[in-house]
C-alpha cells in the first residue's frame, strides 16, 4: 500500500490512458407507441472532446439519461450515429464505462470485491492491477473500508467506491449520469475536489450529466446546455477557468459569474416551457432559481 | 377604474397605493422593490366576479394572472396535474393563473369559479414580463417566489419532504465507520440480548399458554359437547413420555423416532429436488424471455393442482410408495421455489446487470454474479415457505401411500382408534416442521451476510 503511494508516479501514471473522442450525429430517439409515443431526444448533434471533460446540463426530465443510454449503448437511436473514435457504438463496452445516476454497487459484494469487479470478469487481475485497486482505494479515501458492503457506507462512500470502480478499467471514456444527486451540499462539494482532482490526474475524456449550475461550472471544460423534452444542444459554452479550481476562487471569479449567467439565462428560457409539462421540471426550475437568487443575495 | 371584460362587474376603485399594499401581500411580489411593485400595481386591473362567475376553464388560453382582494374563488386542478392537492380555495393575497406566465403553452391547467362576491387584479401576463424584462433582477426574484409558491402545490407535502430530507442527510453525513460489530457471535448476542428485552419473547409464551389452557379446559374441565371426545392435554403428555405407552407409541419407543427420521427424509431429499429444480427453472425463467414464454403457461396451469389431485396418477407412475410419497411432496416446494426465484430475478434493478456488462462481464458472468446473488433474498423467502409446503403435503402423501412417517402414524392412529397417538404426530410434525425451516432461514442468513448486515444497521 504505501509502496504504492511512495511511487507517485506508478500508481498515477497507471490512470494516463488513451481518451477517444465521441460523436453524436442527428441522433433522435422516442419512446412507447401510436399516440403515447414521445420524442425523447429529437436531431442532437454534439462533441465530446478527446481528453476533455465535457458537462451536459438541461432541465429534469429532458433526456439526458436517454442520451446517456445510446452512448453507452444499451439503446439504440431511431435515428442518427453514436460513433467512438469513427467507429459506430455497438453495445455497452469497457471502453465507455457509465458510472449511474442511483448506485450501482453490487450490495453482495464488498467494497474491494466491487473495485475489483471489473478486471476480474475479464480475468485480467495481476499484481499491477492490485496496486492500482489499492491506489485507489488510498485515493478516494476507503482503505478503511474495504471490507464493508455498500449498505454500510455513506451516500459520499459509494459514489467514490462508483468512481474507483469504473478508474481501475481504463475506460477510454468515463461517462456520469448526475452521480453526485441527493448528497447534501457538504459532501457534495467535497465529491467535486476528488472527482475533478481524479480528472486532472487522468485527463481521460470524460461526460458528466447534471442539473447543477455550480456543479456544471467547476467540473467544466465545455458546457452543453440542452432543450427541455424533446432534447438537443441548445447551447455551448466554453468554460476556461484555469485547474486546478477552488471552489472560493470561482465563487469570486468574474468569469466564472458572467459564464454562470449566461448559462442561467438560457436555462431560464428553458425552464420556462418545462413548466407547464409537470411537477418534475417546476421543481428543478425552483432549484436553479432559488440558487441563483441565494447566491446573489 | 373599469375593465372592457363584459363578464364582470366595475369595482369600486381601488388606487395604486391600495393595489400595491394587495401586492405586498402575495407570495410572490412580496419582495419587489416599491418602484417596480407600484408599475406592476399600474398593470392590475380591477374587477369584482359576482358569485358563481367562472373565471376560467382548464385549457382555456391563459394570458392574464389573478390576485384576489377580497371574496373568495374554487380552484381545481385537472386529475393530471400530479398535484398534492386537487381542489382548493383561494381567498385575499392569493396568486391564480401562473400558467399565463409560462413561454409556450398557455394554457389554464385548473377551473375557477367564484364562490362569492369576488374582487379581483387582473394582470396581463405579457405586460409583466415586459416589465421584467427591462429589470431582471427583480423578474428573476418573483418568477423564483411563484416558483416556490407552486412547488407547494405539486410537491410532498412539507412535513414529509423534511423527514425525507433528514433521513438522507444523516446517512450521507455520517463519514465515519457505522459502527457494526464484525463478530457473528457477538451480534447473535446483541440480537438475543434485543429480543429478551422486547416483549416478543413473553407474547410468545403467553401465546402457547392460551392454546395449551383452552385445550386443557374445553376437554378436561368443562368437557364441551364437541371437545369431549378429544385426548385431553394430560392424557397426551402422559403417554407421549411413557415408558410402557397404552398405544404404543412414546419418546421411549424406537418406532417414534423411526416415524421421524423416515418423515425428515422424505421431506429432504424431495426438498433438495425441489430447491435444485426450482431455484435452476426460476432463474431462466426470470432471466430469458424465450424460457419464460415456454415455460410459465405450462407451470401456471398445473401449479392449482392440488396434491392430493395428483395422488392417482402418482401412484400409476411411480408405483414404488416411497417414490410416490417423495414426488407429492416435491410438488407443491417446486412451485414455491420455482416462482420465487422468478420474482426474484424479476426484482433485480436493471442497473445492476448494466454495471455488470459495462465493466466487461458477458452474458454468463452477468448471470452468476448478478442475478444469482441478486435473487437471493427471494429464492430463500421463498425455500422457507417451500420446506413449510413440504411437510404439508408430505402428510397429505403418507395418509395416501407409505409404511412409516408422521402423516401415516396420524392416519392409522385414527383408523385405529387411537387418539392421543393422533396429537403426539401432529405436534411432532409442528415441532419438526418448524426446526426445519429456521434452519433455512439460518442458512439464507448465512449466504447473505450483506444482508444480515444490512438488517443490523436497520435495528432489527
Ligand atoms: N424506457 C423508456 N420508456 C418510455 N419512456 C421513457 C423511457 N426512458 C425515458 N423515457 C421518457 O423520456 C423522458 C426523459 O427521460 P430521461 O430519464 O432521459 O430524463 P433525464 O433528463 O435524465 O431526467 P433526470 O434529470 O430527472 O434524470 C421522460 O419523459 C421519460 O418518461
Ligand atoms: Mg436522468
Redesign the interface.
Known amino acids: 500500500m504505501s509502496a504504492v503511494m511512495n511511487k507517485p508516479g506508478k500508481g498515477s501514471q497507471n490512470l494516463k490512458v488513451n481518451s477517444a473522442e465521441m460523436r453524436v450525429e442527428g441522433v433522435s430517439k422516442s419512446y412507447g407507441i401510436a399516440h403515447l409515443r414521445e420524442n425523447v431526444v429529437h436531431n442532437a448533434s454534439f462533441v465530446i472532446e478527446k481528453s476533455k471533460l465535457t458537462v451536459m446540463i438541461g432541465p429534469s426530465g429532458c433526456g439526458k439519461s436517454t442520451l446517456i443510454r445510446l452512448l453507452a449503448g444499451f439503446d439504440k437511436p431511431d435515428s442518427g450515429t453514436v460513433t467512438i473514435d469513427g467507429k459506430p457504438v455497438k453495445g455497452p463496452d469497457r471502453d465507455r464505462l457509465v458510472v449511474f445516476q442511483e448506485s450501482a454497487l453490487f450490495p453482495w459484494m464488498n467494497t474491494y470485491d466491487n473495485i475489483m469487479y471489473g478486471p476480474r470478469a475479464r480475468g485480467e487481475v495481476d499484481d499491477e492491477t492490485k496496486a492500482l485497486a489499492e491506489f485507489l482505494l488510498d485515493k478516494v479515501g476507503l482503505t478503511q473500508f474495504r471490507n464493508k458492503f455498500p449498505s454500510q457506507l455513506s451516500g459520499g462512500m459509494q459514489r467514490r467506491a462508483e468512481l474507483a470502480r469504473a478508474m481501475i478499467n481504463f475506460p477510454r471514456v468515463m461517462i456520469l449520469d448526475e452521480p453526485f444527486r441527493g448528497l447534501d451540499a457538504m459532501t457534495k462539494e467535497l465529491m467535486w475536489e476528488y472527482y475533478a482532482g481524479l480528472y486532472e490526474e487522468s485527463r481521460r475524456t470524460n461526460f458528466f450529466v447534471t442539473t447543477d449550475i455550480d456543479e456544471a461550472i467547476f467540473l467544466a471544460d465545455r458546457l452543453l446546455i440542452m432543450t427541455n423534452i424533446p432534447t438537443q444542444v441548445r447551447a455551448v459554452l466554453e468554460v476556461d477557468l484555469p485547474r486546478p479550481r477552488n471552489l472560493k476562487e470561482l465563487l469570486e471569479s468574474d468569469r466564472a459569474n458572467e459564464i454562470k449567467m449566461e448559462a442561467l439565462g438560457i436555462l431560464h428560457e428553458e425552464a420556462m416551457k418545462s413548466f407547464s409539462s409537470g411537477s418534475a421540471a417546476a421543481s428543478d426550475f425552483i432549484e436553479a432559481y432559488s440558487k441563483r437568487v441565494k447566491k446573489k443575495g | 377604474m373599469t375593465t372592457d371584460n363584459s363578464k364582470t362587474g366595475v369595482g369600486q376603485g381601488l388606487d395604486q397605493a391600495a393595489k400595491a399594499a394587495l401586492l405586498r401581500e402575495t407570495m410572490p411580489f412580496k419582495t419587489v422593490p416599491d418602484a417596480t411593485l407600484r408599475r406592476i400595481a399600474d398593470l392590475a386591473k380591477e374587477e369584482t366576479l359576482p358569485a358563481g362567475t367562472r373565471l376560467y376553464n382548464e385549457g382555456d388560453r391563459a394570458d392574464d394572472l389573478f390576485v384576489i382582494a377580497s371574496g373568495k374563488i374554487e380552484h381545481a386542478l385537472g386529475p393530471e396535474a ?2 398534492s392537492k386537487l381542489v382548493k380555495m383561494v381567498k385575499r393575497g392569493d396568486v391564480i393563473g401562473w ?1 399565463a ?7 389554464r ?1 385548473a377551473t375557477t369559479v367564484a364562490e362569492a362576491d369576488t374582487q379581483i387584479l387582473r394582470i396581463n401576463a405579457q405586460k409583466l414580463r415586459d416589465l421584467f424584462q427591462n429589470d431582471q ?1 427583480t423578474g ?2 418573483v ?2 417566489r411563484f ?2 409558491m ?2 407547494e402545490d ?2 410532498l407535502p412539507d412535513w414529509l419532504a423534511k423527514t425525507r430530507s433528514i433521513g ?2 444523516t ?5 465515519a ?2 459502527p ?1 460489530s464484525e463478530s457473528r457471535l457477538a451480534l447473535l448476542g446483541y440480537r438475543l440480548g434485543l429480543w429478551v428485552k422486547s416483549p416478543k419473547p413473553y407474547l410468545m409464551i403467553t401465546g402457547f399458554t392460551a392454546v395449551l389452557l383452552f385445550w386443557h379446559f374445553s376437554v378436561d374441565v368443562f368437557e364441551w359437547p364437541r371437545f369431549r371426545n378429544m385426548p385431553g392435554l394430560v392424557e397426551v403428555i402422559t403417554e407421549w413420555l411413557s415408558r410402557d405407552p397404552i398405544y404404543g407409541l412414546s419418546v421411549w419407543t424406537p418406532e417414534y423416532y423411526t416415524h421421524i427420521i423416515v418423515s425428515i427424509r422424505r421431506v429432504f431429499i424431495a426438498f433438495l429436488l425441489a430447491t435444485a429444480l426450482g431455484v435452476t427453472l426460476g432463474l431462466f425463467m426470470g432471466w430469458s424471455k424465450g424460457v419464460r414464454e415456454f415455460v410459465f403457461p405450462v407451470f401456471e396451469t398445473l401449479r392449482p393442482v392440488p396434491i392430493l389431485a395428483w395422488v392417482p396418477l402418482a401412484i400409476i407412475i411411480f408405483f414404488h410408495p416411497e417414490s410416490t410419497v417423495i414426488f407429492l411432496t416435491f410438488l407443491a416446494s417446486f412451485y414455491a421455489t420455482a416462482l420465487n426465484t422468478m420474482l426474484g430475478v424479476d426484482s433485480i ?1 436493471e ?2 446487470s ?9 452474458k454468463w ?1 452477468v448471470f452468476r ?2 442475478i444469482v ?2 435473487a ?1 433474498p427471494f429464492i430463500f423467502t421463498g425455500l422457507q415457505i417451500s420446506v413449510g409446503v413440504a411437510w404439508f403435503s408430505l402428510v397429505a402423501a403418507e395418509m395416501v401411500s407409505g409404511e412409516f412417517g408422521l402423516g401415516f402414524v396420524i392416519n392409522t392412529s385414527y383408523t385405529m382408534v387411537k387418539y392421543p397417538t393422533i396429537v403426539i404426530g401432529m405436534i411432532t410434525l409442528g415441532a419438526v416442521g418448524y426446526t426445519t425451516s429456521a434452519m433455512v432461514r439460518m442458512l439464507g442468513d448465512h449466504l ?4 444480515v ?2 438488517l443490523a ?1 436497520g435495528g432489527r
Open positions: 400530479e398535484a400558467a406566465l409560462l413561454s409556450t403553452k398557455q394554457r391547467l433582477q428573476d426574484m418568477m423564483s416558483a416556490t407552486i412547488k405539486y410537491t438522507e442527510g446517512v450521507a453525513r455520517s463519514e465507520e457505522v457494526v434493478d442497473s445492476y448494466r454495471a455488470a456488462s459495462c465493466l466487461g462481464a458477458n458472468q454474479h448478478v446473488p441478486g437471493l447473505m451476510q450483506w444482508r448486515r444490512e444497521m
